[in-house]
């Protein structure tokens, strides 16, 4: 049963994208892309405002926010990193989710001894953030996300009892997992892994669906809602890629979004089955049914930020919106958009 709406609805939705994503988003400095498709083609697009505001170029004119601005996904980028761990699933790489991730990972640790109670988290349990870890944060590791998970592993016990707590740290783990088993089969790392059997057979460019951002003079810059005057934040390239450092536009993630509804990348099977049990993904209810979602977000003390949002809905329809200004429920927008009518 759904409990999003009781009320009498048409056979089918006719979301008022633009106009709901404008009365939310369209004030204040920044601005935001969105793309919509509808059974693997793109219906519908349109974008607001700057990438980079008058005060941050040096003609005082700005830089307009389109479709094709380069953006931070943020968190966005977990469903990624699930989405290459049900790539190695299928390949018969991993057996199954509900394995230890240890054995997978401890032939780079060869003489590492792992915190109390390390060995016997899952990898379901780091997808859907239920590992029992202690959550770290960390988007900069200066030694590199391996080094970082070395010396995690060995200081952070389980906690028992503790049950959910959204984690970076469990998909920097998964990033570092997935790298192990690539060196394992002789096929390179986590990022060559995600380009090769994630974004290279949907035809996104690479360059462009990238963990490494565009110069900071060029690049699109994040902004504080409240100060319209103010100077856009840059991101430099975070090493734990998998929970956090993925940029992308929004024509590009499209792509990746309907590639997974398309089973271009996954068959129905594991698609369906990552969705449906919040492995990387979360539920929402629409007047039309569950759609299934991701949202990210970065945020600087100054309170300049950016918020990003995917969604698998119902009906046929994927949506991506990015934004280079917080957002206060970016998911919540465009389940708003999606039921408007």
Not at 159 to 180: A, C, E, K, R
Not at 257 to 268: D, I, T
Request: contains cysteine; hydrophobic residues 40%; charged residues 10%.
């Amino acid at each position: 049963m759904n409990p999003r709406s009781p009320r009498r609805l048409a056979s089918s939705p006719t979301p008022q994208w633009a106009s709901v994503f404008q009365q939310y988003l369209g004030n204040s400095p920044g601005g935001y892309a969105y793309c919509i498709g509808l059974n693997g083609s793109l219906v519908d697009q349109g974008a607001w405002g700057y990438a980079r505001m008058p005060q941050d170029t040096s003609d005082g004119q700005g830089l307009d926010f389109t479709v094709d601005s380069r953006c931070n996904l943020a968190s966005v980028s977990k469903t990624v990193t699930a989405t290459a761990v049900f790539t190695m699933i299928q390949k018969g790489w991993i057996s199954s989710v509900n394995d230890c991730f240890w054995p997978y990972i401890q032939p780079l640790y060869p003489d590492l001894q792992p915190a109390d109670g390390v060995e016997t988290v899952t990898i379901a349990e780091l997808l859907v953030m239920i590992s029992r870890l202690p959550e770290n944060g960390a988007l900069y590791a200066s030694d590199g996300a391996v080094a970082f998970v070395e010396q995690y592993l060995q200081s952070n016990a389980v906690i028992p009892g503790q049950l959910y707590i959204y984690s970076n740290t469990n998909f920097t783990i998964l990033q570092v997992m997935i790298y192990s088993i690539c060196q394992q089969q002789g096929v390179g790392n986590y990022l060559g892994w995600v380009q090769s059997e994630i974004l290279t057979p949907l035809g996104i460019d690479t360059t462009v669906f990238s963990p490494v951002p565009d110069d900071e003079q060029a690049a699109t810059l994040c902004y504080d809602p409240s100060d319209p005057n103010g100077y856009g934040q840059y991101w430099p390239q975070m090493q734990c890629v998998g929970p956090g450092g993925w940029i992308s536009s929004a024509s590009a993630t499209l792509t990746y979004l309907m590639g997974l509804r398309s089973n271009a990348v996954l068959k129905p099977r594991y698609a369906n089955f990552m969705m449906q049990r919040m492995l990387g993904w979360y539920p929402g209810a629409t007047c039309y049914g569950l759609a299934y979602h991701h949202n990210g977000g970065l945020t600087t003390s100054s309170g300049a930020g950016l918020s990003t949002g995917v969604i698998h809905f119902p009906n046929g329809y994927d949506a991506v919106l990015l934004s280079n200004k917080p957002v206060a429920d970016i998911i919540g927008v465009m389940i708003d958009a999606f039921d408007a009518s």
